[in-house]
């Protein structure tokens, strides 16, 4: 199956490190995806990796991906108040290209 | 600036009537997508299409109706047939390649009473 799971909640201290976590099923994914959702916005794309990386670091964000686990995690360094969002994990697939799988979001709360 | 436009923003409908979410696109895309977002869920594909002229059902199609006419243009229509259709709508375009991202929408968010 093409299922990809999150935790729904999320709350850390501002300056803190965040980490949000997906594990997806199906090891045909070729992209894996990190969208940024702010209330009443549509998604924003912060970053993706390739399915043979193991990890990718992007300013603030570091995406780390254990294909043998089927794990992916996006970490959010000195997370600030505006990081506050809902962030989905996505996949398209090698079978597939037509269409991103995601997952079920993950509300961030950052507090002072 | 190029970009992906759904409108409007807020849609407010009567149970039994049809009504059709706008989504438009100048990125020369061919692939177009609607998505539904409800609370605690992840989201989920309504319908797409890859070229003008083309559609496929995605895994919530059921009550949905879709239109590809022009390459710019992806128009959703919720159908009376829908049976629980308060719920956030994303659309999105992407060019047929899979090393690229999807541009999204800002979201309507219809409401139906």
């Known amino acids: 199956g093409e299922d990809v799971e999150q935790s729904l909640f999320l709350s850390v201290r501002e300056g803190d490190s965040s980490v949000i976590n997906c594990t997806y099923t199906?090891?045909?994914?070729?992209?894996l995806y990190w969208y940024k959702q702010e209330p009443g916005a549509g998604l924003q794309l912060l970053t993706y990796i390739f399915s043979n990386m193991d990890m990718k670091q992007d300013q603030r964000l570091t995406v780390l991906l254990n294909k043998k686990d089927k794990h992916l995690s996006l970490r959010i360094a000195d997370t600030q108040t505006g990081d506050s969002a809902i962030y989905f994990c996505a996949e398209t697939f090698s079978y597939n290209t037509d269409k991103l799988i995601f997952g079920t979001g993950t509300r961030l709360q950052v507090f002072p | 600036d190029g970009g992906i436009t759904q409108s409007p923003k807020y849609l407010f409908r009567k149970e039994g009537q049809n009504v059709t979410l706008s989504c438009e696109q100048n990125?020369?895309?061919?692939?177009m997508y609607w998505y539904r977002q409800d609370p605690g869920q992840g989201l989920r594909l309504i319908y797409y299409?890859?070229?003008?002229?083309?559609?496929q059902k995605g895994d919530i199609a059921e009550g949905y109706s879709v239109s590809r006419e022009k390459k710019e243009s992806f128009p959703l229509t919720v159908t009376s047939a829908q049976k629980n259709p308060t719920a956030f709508y994303l659309c999105?375009?992407?060019?047929?390649?899979?090393?690229?991202?999807?541009?999204f929408g800002q979201g309507t968010r219809l409401t139906v009473v």
């Open positions: 990125l020369n895309h061919d692939a």
């Open positions: 199906d090891s045909s994914s070729t992209y």
């Open positions: 999105a375009s992407s060019s047929n390649r899979v090393d690229t991202e999807a541009f």
């Open positions: 299409s890859q070229i003008v002229n083309d559609f």
